[in-house]
């Protein structure tokens, strides 16, 4: 390595007639620098003056072959030392601030002069020297400086606040020069020194002045003047042969809004974010150090507001992270239970609400939508997961309003997802009015219904924000009520209630409701809410709460439990009812401003679907892929054995519509997604349609593949795993179909049932054609009629319709639609009526499984047992031709018997071999082929003379031909798919294998 | 031609199922000391280690190694599929062949897991696709496992072309058991009839679950010499290799579409070609042979790859029982990959150990009459066949 030399550069060392100053410049001239050696010849303490220093040292350098020149000048008169430099050699490269003196001595005892002397030689020296060379150096653009600094400067020192202010003062200065240096290449930097010199005699021991050679700090000072060193603004620690460089270091901090008026107490509170290093950043210049500032900038506009209970910008629109949660049919029972249902167990509106197996159907109470809501947003403030912004606690709210819309009836079991987000914040003088908006999804993503929370944070308004809306809503009308129900509570009412997930003690234990003013534990607001709906639906809706839309109440008093409440109801339209309800025994309004909304009709389900499952381009009456993945979803959770089996993730991307679904059967309990996932083992691109058709198990996934319609990329091998999708049941599929809106169900009341199907081309249910299969039998066995003696009314849902077999009066017939009296009712549905008519249901297990209600007689349903004596045959027949051609790609209908296609096949082929005797003679053997689905087998005897053909079986075969009636139908029709068949196992043979060769006198069959 | 290459010394471990074994390290320094011992060479002389194994993390080779010292000699990672343990035997002749080395050492070793091969970096192209291919267009993809459907298919396609019985194929599991029951270090010692093949779970016709090989933990090693090695310990007529020839895939494994020849048909019986060409002696001249039977279906294919029998006559050979003790041959008298396991780095060198007991006469119950030519095949999907022939003058 080449030494670093000075050749040509004139340097200016201040205070160089000893310790630190004549090191640096001993060693910048040994190096080829001429020196001009700088020092006053005065004491430590800035006594006295002598160019003996100076000399020594200029003389010391010339010894040594360098060239040096003295000057003996203070360095207040800067000038004068730099016109030496330029008198003798006519430049100036390098200025080394190094003079300086101690006037060491504690605060208290420290004079004027003190202070003033050390800034003057320290500072002021600095800046005379520095600003007198400093035009010369950009002038000539290059320059290099250094400023001397101090440990006591940076950290403080005891008995230096002088000197301290000096050498900080100093690095400002060359923090400052450096910027302004930089473009003329004149680099400044600083050092803070230890060493050994007269300055520091006074304040370290002996030893350690002696370990501190300034020959370990020069090398620094003449790196940093080097025309190779870039650095510029440095501040470097050295000594003792260590060095190192500082920079500064600030936390992360905290912005408080420029909004708000800050306080001492705000800064207090957010002290270990100030103050704290945890996080912190390392600003180099004055734009970086500003950076936080201007961020903060934007925090001036906001007009929200708020106080130290509630910062209305940070809690404003903030979402809550989603919380999931089911229910099923024990929950919405226990629920119509806590809203009083049920009081009398033979009033069969009040069953359907709380008995799951009830005929008349099954149906939520729908302001049970509050429940779930409300304790999503409960087990997230009990894991303290509240928004921002938000700082009182629970003592100082009271539910005040509460708003809750479904947007179809509630299904009897759901897994759920909530989605909090507060939605208003209202200064009301005094208090505050937060509402907390919770939409809840159901599985498939589908909104199920909003419920608005309105809160009463009492003593937190008051910042001048905005006061809300003013009016009074839902006023009852100057006039009597329209109707009016008075209900007695039971005294147990609020014990009943609070299992449906409110646990608050205040409803159930005594000495806690009197702690908080309370004579004994009161009802919940929310159960009076619940009786309100049952009593406006039984009034309204004609109690069929599917009817009902949306709740929204204020909660004005208390009530309690065994007290009595009087609802009031004034009808507006068919779909509004203002209500309030009134405690009897009191006479205070408990719930007031309150309306219900109720469908004009039961909401069907939405066709509405994201745009990636369902565009507006699909046709209607198709499956899609989204419904085999929604369909997926139910058939993995009811499989979960089929991830450990798999154990891949598929991704599939869609055509035609364009669509992306992930298919986890690999991690946990296997999940079915929309959209992409990463870390898929295999993808998969092809057309919607293609991907149902194969999920339905009619299109082969290699011919698609080899065909170019279907891309595999990844693990190929993987995609071999996909065969279980075709396990899963039509019926299934056609369901998910349906609940996508893509099927239409028929309509009660809507084509007859020996009728032609419904115009317009989309698809009549399974069960319409069914039913027209059956009204057939039913008419060619009148004889029926009198045995079985009973009208059976089916209602069927997904997709509804109903049904009435009426085998009582007259010869019996098929009725569609709903019949007066039927002597039971059997509601299921499509799909399981379907599998019940085809034999692959059995009615018992339906109504064990839940899956059928019955009501009326029940025991005549045992009735049905002629269903099963129907010929399936006959019912295909009728359901083939009732159904209107139905595009390929529809479910395939519950496997009716197929029509073996065996027997017609081996009669031609009877035929054919009386007409073609050769054709035995070809083969000479005796064969036989065991055909399945439909079983059948035939015996083919080509041993001698024409040949022949029988059903049966034959030991002697030299080959059995194991095959599938669809199959066999291929192999007919070219008997050179036989290897193709054969490597597919699907022909498999006993015997002679050869034999299979020769299946030609099959051709064309 | 380069120097002639003696393999002085052999050993393997008794084969085990998957989580009854020790650990790769354990079996493959037990099967190198074996065979050192075997060789009566120390450790320090042995120049260069070829390791063999499929499963597991880079550099498990020397992780082996190093159990038998720590010589700092350069060692081979080898990988390539069943083939592996024939191609680290390969690296290691030619090695001590071109004049490179004079002791070398061959391991094989592999820790199997449970159940039927399976792909492990599912985020790659995985490297049989394009078999996979073959298979799919020819027979499509079924759920039974890969290597099963690719072999059993080769199996339908010989059977469709020359009508064999499905109790032809059960007849080569009731030898292989047969053989095995001698050899102490087989997995299975258990013999089965034909009529106990057939009857287990069916896994790809004609395949079934005793048709197929199991999934084993094992390990084998071959100490290999020069001439001069050989001499200046003292070796007398040592087992020596007659000539090694290693086939990949041709075109014929692709296209036309055929089973037989996606698995490795042609690779087989062109390896099989230059062995016999360079060592100057045919399939007659063989006494002994271990062959690659993964599946029943490939040693019966191989039969015929090798020259054994006529194409089209597997099945006569086999039911005239010329693959056996008193027929023309005895294959695969360890037992096979079917009995004795095929743990897949190790096969190689495992079937290199029972061929040369087999030369030296040390094969005990299951030793074949004056055996003085052997012959071994060792195959691997994806793809590679390595042939060899060993003979003992």
């Known amino acids: ?1005 | 031609m380069g120097r002639r290459v003696n393999v002085i010394g052999v050993g393997m471990t008794k084969f085990a199922k998957p989580g009854a074994s020790d650990d790769y390290h354990v079996m493959a320094s037990a099967a190198g000391r074996a065979a050192l011992e075997d060789a009566g060479v120390a450790f320090s002389e042995i120049e260069q280690a070829y390791a063999g194994y499929v499963y597991g993390d880079s550099t498990c080779g020397q992780r082996a190694v190093y159990e038998l010292g720590l010589t700092g000699i350069p060692v081979f990672n080898v990988n390539n599929n069943c083939s592996t343990g024939s191609t680290a035997l390969m690296l290691a002749r030619q090695a001590v062949e071109g004049g490179l080395c004079e002791c070398v050492i061959a391991i094989g070793f592999e820790k199997m897991e449970k159940g039927a091969l399976g792909s492990k970096f599912t985020d790659r192209t995985n490297p049989v696709e394009r078999h996979a291919l073959v298979m799919s267009e020819v027979q499509g993809f079924t759920q039974a496992p890969p290597a099963a459907q690719m072999f059993g298919g080769a199996g339908r396609e010989y059977q469709w072309k020359h009508g064999t019985k499905r109790e032809t194929f059960a007849k080569i599991s009731e030898k292989a058991r047969k053989h095995a029951a001698k050899n102490p270090y087989a997995i299975f010692n258990q013999p089965l009839t034909v009529d106990e093949v057939l009857a287990s779970d069916p896994v790809y016709d004609p395949l079934t679950r005793y048709q197929c090989c199991p999934p084993t933990c094992g390990a084998a090693a071959a100490v290999l010499c020069s001439d001069d090695f050989a001499k200046k310990h003292g070796i007398a007529k040592p087992v020596y290799i007659a000539a090694q020839a290693m086939t990949t895939d041709l075109p014929s494994s692709f296209e036309p579409k055929s089973m037989i020849k996606m698995v490795g048909y042609d690779m087989a019986a062109g390896a099989a070609k230059k062995v016999y060409e360079k060592a100057g002696l045919g399939p007659q001249d063989v006494q002994v042979v271990e062959l690659h039977d993964c599946f029943t279906a490939n040693e019966l294919l191989t039969y015929e790859a090798l020259g054994l029998c006529k194409e089209g006559e597997a099945e006569k050979f086999i039911w005239d029982g010329d693959n056996t003790y008193g027929g023309k041959f005895v294959t695969n008298p360890s037992g096979g990959l079917l009995s004795k396991g095929h743990p897949l780095g190790a096969t190689g060198l495992a079937q290199c150990t029972e061929l040369v007991w087999q030369l030296r006469g040390q094969a005990g119950d299951r030793q074949v009459p004056s055996a003085h030519v052997a012959l071994q095949h060792n195959l691997g999907l994806g793809g590679a066949c390595v042939v060899t022939m060993y003979r003992r003058d």
């Open chain 1, 1 to 1005: 390595m080449s030494d670093l030399r000075f050749d040509q550069r004139v340097a200016i060392v201040t205070g160089a007639g000893g310790g630190l100053g004549r090191s640096h410049a001993l060693l910048l001239a040994s190096r080829g620098a001429r020196v001009v050696v700088n020092d006053l010849g005065g004491s430590a303490t800035g006594g006295g003056k002598s160019s003996a220093a100076a000399d020594r040292v200029v003389e010391e350098i010339k010894k040594a072959g360098g060239e040096a020149v003295a000057n003996y000048d203070s360095v207040e008169d800067g000038a004068k030392i730099v016109q030496t430099a330029l008198d003798t050699w006519g430049r100036l490269d390098i200025v080394v601030n190094n003079a300086g003196i101690l006037r060491d001595t504690s605060f208290q005892k420290m004079t004027q002069e003190d202070w003033e002397l050390i800034y003057r030689i320290h500072v002021l020296g600095s800046f005379r020297v520095t600003h007198a060379a400093w035009n010369h150096l950009r002038d000539a653009g290059y320059g290099r400086i250094v400023f001397t600094a101090s440990a006591a400067g940076i950290y403080g020192n005891f008995g230096q606040a002088n000197y301290s202010m000096a050498k900080l003062g100093l690095l400002g200065l060359s923090n400052t020069l450096a910027i302004e240096g930089r473009k003329k290449n004149v680099l400044v930097n600083t050092i803070a020194p230890i060493a050994g010199s007269r300055l520091t005699e006074t304040v370290l021991p002996k030893e350690l002045v002696d370990a501190l050679k300034p020959e370990f700090v020069s090398p620094l000072v003449a790196y940093l003047c080097h025309e190779s060193c870039e650095e510029t603004g440095g501040l470097y620690e050295v000594g003792g042969g260590f060095m190192g460089k500082l920079r500064w270091e600030r936390s992360e901090g905290h912005c408080f809004k420029l909004s708000k008026l800050v306080t001492p107490d705000a800064v207090a509170a957010k002290w270990s974010a100030i103050a704290g290093f945890e996080k912190t950043t390392h600003p180099t210049d004055i734009t970086a150090s500003m950076q936080p500032i201007l961020g903060n900038l934007g925090t001036a506009k906001s007009k929200g507001g708020g106080n130290e209970l509630i910062d209305v910008d940070e809690a404003l629109g903030f979402e809550l992270p989603p919380v999931t949660s089911s229910y099923d049919e024990r929950d919405l029972a226990l629920y119509a239970l806590g809203v009083g249902a049920g009081q009398n167990p033979l009033d069969g509106k009040e069953l359907g609400l709380v008995y799951e197996n009830w005929g008349d159907g099954f149906h939520a109470l729908g302001s049970f939508a509050v429940v779930p809501a409300l304790n999503a947003i409960m087990s997230l403030a009990k894991q303290g997961k509240q928004a921002p912004g938000l700082n009182y606690g629970l003592e100082r709210i009271l539910h005040g309003e509460q708003y809750t819309e479904i947007r179809k009836p509630l299904p009897p079991r759901a897994k759920l997802t909530h989605k909090a987000r507060i939605k208003d914040i209202f200064d009301k003088g005094k208090h505050a009015l937060v509402v907390t908006e919770i939409k809840t999804l159901d599985e498939s993503g589908e909104e199920l219904a909003v419920n608005e929370l309105t809160a009463f944070v009492r003593g937190a308004g008051g910042w001048g924000g905005e006061r809300g809306p003013s009016a009074e809503v839902n006023v009852p009308p100057d006039r009597a009520p329209d109707a009016v129900v008075t209900e007695k509570t039971s005294p147990g009412q609020a014990l009943l209630y609070r299992l449906s997930g409110d646990w608050n003690p205040l409803h159930a234990d005594p000495g806690f409701a009197k702690a908080f003013g309370f004579e004994r534990p009161i009802l919940h607001g929310l159960c009076t809410f619940g009786y309100a709906t049952r009593h406006v639906i039984a009034n309204f809706a004609g109690g069929d709460p599917r009817l009902f839309k949306s709740i929204k109440v204020r909660f004005a008093d208390t009530v309690f439990p065994g007290e009595t409440i009087v609802t009031e109801m004034w009808k507006e339209s068919d779909t509004r009812i203002v209500f309030r309800c009134k405690v009897a025994e009191r006479d205070r309004v408990a719930l007031s401003n309150a309306a219900i909304e109720l469908f004009s009709e039961i909401p069907r389900p939405k066709a509405a679907e994201p745009a990636a499952t369902a565009p507006a381009a699909a046709p209607a009456g198709e499956i899609h892929a989204a419904d085999i993945f929604l369909t997926l979803r139910q058939y993995i959770a009811d499989h979960p054995e089929l991830v450990g089996k798999v154990g891949t993730v598929f991704q599939f991307k869609f055509a035609e519509p364009p669509g992306a679904w992930a298919l986890d059967l690999k991690n946990g309990a296997g999940a079915v997604t929309e959209g992409t996932v990463g870390g898929a083992d295999v993808t998969l691109e092809l057309a919607d349609a293609d991907f149902v058709g194969m999920a339905m198990g009619k299109l082969n996934p290699q011919k698609l593949y080899f065909g170019g319609k279907l891309k595999i990329s990844g693990n190929v091998m993987a995609s071999q795993k996909l065969d279980f999708l075709t396990k899963i049941d039509p019926a299934e599929l056609q369901k998910a179909a349906v609940k996508a809106g893509r099927i239409p169900g028929s309509t009660p009341g809507g084509a007859p049932a020996a009728g032609p199907p419904a115009a317009g081309g989309s698809q009549a249910s399974m069960s319409a054609a069914i039913f027209g299969g059956i009204k057939g039998y039913v008419e060619a066995h009148p004889e029926l009629a009198g045995k079985v003696g009973t009208v059976f009314q089916f209602k069927l849902s997904e997709p509804e319709s109903a049904w009435a077999i009426d085998l009582k009066n007259g010869g019996g017939t098929v009725i569609s639609g709903a019949v007066e009296k039927p002597d039971v009712t059997l509601s299921l549905s499509d799909s399981d009526f379907v599998a019940m008519c085809t034999g692959q249901a059995d009615p018992q297990k339906l109504y064990f499984g839940g899956k059928l209600k019955l009501s009326g007689n029940v025991m005549a349903a045992q009735k049905l047992d002629f269903l099963k004596k129907i010929d399936p045959a006959e019912v295909a027949k009728a359901m083939t031709s009732k159904k209107p051609a139905a595009p390929a790609a529809t479910a395939a209908p519950p496997a009716a018997p197929k029509e073996a296609k065996s027997p017609a096949i081996f009669k031609a082929l009877e035929e054919r071999l009386a007409k073609n005797p050769k054709l035995a003679a070809e083969v000479g053997k005796l064969v036989q082929f065991a055909v399945s689905s439909p079983d059948r087998s035939w015996v083919v005897d080509l041993r001698s003379g024409a040949g022949a053909v029988r059903e049966g079986t034959d030991a002697q075969a030299a080959a059995t031909f194991r095959i599938d009636d669809e199959d066999l139908a291929v192999l007919a029709k070219d008997p050179q798919k036989a290897k193709d068949l054969f490597m597919h196992g699907k022909l498999r043979v006993d015997g002679d294998i050869r034999l299979a060769h020769k299946l030609g006198f099959l051709n064309g069959l």
